[in-house]
């Protein structure tokens, strides 16, 4: 059954927020560069592209049930950071408003009856919680740390070992 109106509109708009996921870690990954953390600068970027691979995933969903995908313009991300830790406590921030988001959206499915949208819409929200429970140990382990530089670049190091997860959404994405 085609999707109706009402969850394009909200999927198109969902793939948006998600595209503006891919572009914050984007600039969050130049600016972690820009303060040689290449390490954070890499799990940055790999954040980046899950969240690109994210988009396609709904993008795919909407022409998969006949929907029209419409790419909305993209916002102007953050430039500057305070510093690392600023980024992490705003990265757990932003995956915990896209959760909100999500919930929405699922919530939307409910009340149109769409059956097909909610079971798609439960990889997301499964994904929410892996994306809050890592930003969430990282603004953690930054917290520890405080300010021994010595005990950040051994986290840089760490965070340079980041590969790219399989690709969930099976876009070829990645
Ligand atoms: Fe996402
Ligand atoms: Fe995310």
New binding site residues.
Partial sequence: MAINQTMQDAFNEHINHEFF?SYLYLSMSAYCESINLPGFAHWMRI?SQ??YS?AMKLYDFLLDRDGKVALLPIAQPALEFASVHDVMQQTLDH?RS?TGLINGLYGKAVAEGDYASQVHLQWFIT??IE?EKIASELVEQLNLIGDRGDALLFMDRELATRTLAPDPAGTGAT
Avoid: S
């Fill in positions: 996921a954040q899950e969240e994210h995956e896209v994904e929410q994306e």
